[in-house]
Structures are given as C-alpha cells and as structure tokens.
C-alpha cells in the first residue's frame, strides 16, 4: 500500500500547474491560523504556555510562529497536482491490481477549484495518517489528560505502525524528503487546524490538540520553549 502511495505522489509531482504558484504557506499557515479564531473555549488561550507530557512546548502563537518561519525558509515553486486529503480514510485498496484508489479530493483552493497545490502537502496528509496516528487517535478513541495548560497523551507503541513511520521517513519523491522540516511542520499545522472540525466530540478535539503538540515537541526540540 505504502509503494502505490508513493507512485501516486511521484505521478503527481511533475505535473505542474501552467503559471501556477505552489499554494504551501496558505494550506499549512493561513488556514490553520484561520481554524485558531474557531477554537473552543475549553483549550487554552494562544498565550499561555503549554506543556505536554511534563515538557513545556511554548504557547500556541510562538508554535505557529516558528512553523511559519519553518514554511517562509523554503523556496517557492511552481504548483503540482494534489489531491488534498490524500490520507487512509479517503484510500481504497484493489487487491487485484495492487494500486490505491482515491476519493474525495479537495476541490477548493483559496476559495476557487482546482487540482493543484503542493506535493508536500500530500505528503504531509499521508504522515498524518503514518506518523501522526490519526485513525488510531479516533478508531481506539485515544484520549488525553489535561490540567490547565497541560496536556498528558500516551499513543501505545505498535511494532507494525512503528515500522511504517520509519519507511515514511525514508521515503523520498524527487527532491522532497519526508522528514523535511516543511513536511513535519504540515503534519503539526494538520493537527493544530483540524480542531474546529471536530466541535462534536471536546474529547477529541483535546486528543487531536494534545497530539500537535507532541508531535511539534518530538519534531523540533530546539524550538520549544
């Protein structure tokens, strides 16, 4: 499964949109600092600093900020083919053919449609799935403990799901390595931004908050506070 994802983000990288820039700081920044304004009152306030598993992290706007940088350092290029939400839940599997089958495309960039964005934000989606356990945060209904500012998030290990997050770090297309800084910032801004989205569950919309921030301490060491 893990080879047909990595044909289909090869297939889709080179083709370029005709005068098209790569739309990467607004799907990784803008958006998510747009999904901030629609937090819930029961997550800390942007300013206050956070800890998560008894190591502090910063607060919310220093998080976003040093992603921010982390996106503004990389080159602009043109846009690509993407499909958006290029994550587990939106793949089929043919047994017969040994290929992924994909649904549910983004259709709207900037409020226009269109099929190109930036490959790395795919990638970014399937290390979401990969790395940042996202299906089995909400299938085993992982929660979190919080006291204040603090977050406690324990995902257990899986020797199966731990050998796929290290092929996923392997895995390069063209010149985009997966554990690029641009890459793991999008998977933290991918957590950080899907909160409002899940306004039905404040369990989980903990969960997935607790979870971006792990996942910005476990990337970027240097960068906490």
Not at 200 to 214: I, K, T, Y
Request: net charge negative; charged share 25%; with cysteine.
């Amino acid at each position: 499964i893990l080879d047909s994802c990595l044909e289909y983000l090869d297939k889709a990288s080179v083709h370029l949109a005709p005068k098209v820039m790569s739309p990467f700081s607004w799907l990784v920044i803008d958006k998510l600092r747009e999904r901030i304004l629609q937090y819930p009152s029961h997550l800390p306030s942007n300013n206050m600093l956070l800890e998560i598993n008894d190591q502090r992290v910063g607060t919310l706007t220093s998080i976003v900020d040093s992603l921010a940088k982390i996106v503004e350092a990389e080159e602009r290029r043109p846009a690509c083919i993407m499909h958006g939400d290029f994550c587990f839940s939106n793949m089929l599997y043919d047994l017969r053919s040994d290929r992924i089958q994909l649904i549910d495309p983004r259709g709207l960039i900037r409020s226009e449609a269109s099929i190109y964005g930036d490959i790395r934000y795919d990638i970014a989606k399937l290390g979401h799935s990969i790395v940042g356990r996202y299906d089995q945060i909400l299938g085993e209904k992982i929660e979190s403990d919080a006291a204040g500012s603090s977050f406690q998030l324990i995902i257990p290990s899986d020797e199966e799901r731990d050998w796929l997050v290290d092929e996923f770090f392997n895995s390069q297309i063209g010149a985009d390595c997966f554990d690029s800084p641009a890459v793991k910032a999008a998977i933290v801004s991918l957590f950080l931004s899907m909160v409002p989205l899940h306004s039905e569950d404040p369990q989980r919309q903990q969960a997935l908050f607790a979870n971006g921030l792990r996942l910005f301490a476990s990337f970027f060491p240097t960068l906490v506070i």
